[in-house]
Nanobody, 120 residues
Framework: VQLQASGGGLVQAGGSLRLSCAAS????????MGWFRQAPGKGRELVSA????????YYTDSVKGRFTISRDNAKNTVYLQMNTLKPEDTAVYYC??????????????WGQGTLVTVSS
């Protein structure tokens, strides 16, 4: 099972980026997906999560109204649209997958991470 995250980069504050995470190696039917991030010197936090059906979604408070998670199950891909980026959003972003849906960190599969840097 492989998760390949992409879309990170350097952007000015107020800008936008869209992260993508493509899954391969097995069917992800029934799997929830999550985006985590880890800033320098800080612990990992769950930024957003989405259920298989996309009915259930979670956002950490600091990104509500700015980030949008979505998925395309036909493509085994999950997205994180990040708007109005702030310097404090700077981090390595990881996608992860788990059976079912959850807002903790008990995910079964992890991608390699993509760096997002927001300049002020």
């Amino acid at each position: 099972v492989q998760l390949q995250a992409s879309g990170g980069g350097l952007v000015q504050a107020g800008g936008s980026l869209r992260l993508s995470c493509a899954a391969s190696g097995r069917t992800f039917s029934g799997y929830g997906m999550g985006w985590f991030r880890q800033a320098p010197g800080k612990g990992r936090e769950l930024v957003s999560a989405i259920s298989w059906s996309s009915v259930r979604k979670y956002y950490t408070d600091s990104v509500k109204g700015r980030f949008t998670i979505s998925r395309d199950n036909a493509k085994n891909t999950v997205y994180l649209q990040m708007n109005t980026l702030k310097p404090e959003d700077t981090a390595v972003y990881y996608c992860a997958a788990r059976l079912g849906y959850g807002t903790g960190d008990a995910y079964d599969y992890w991608g390699q991470g993509t760096l997002v840097t927001v300049s002020s």
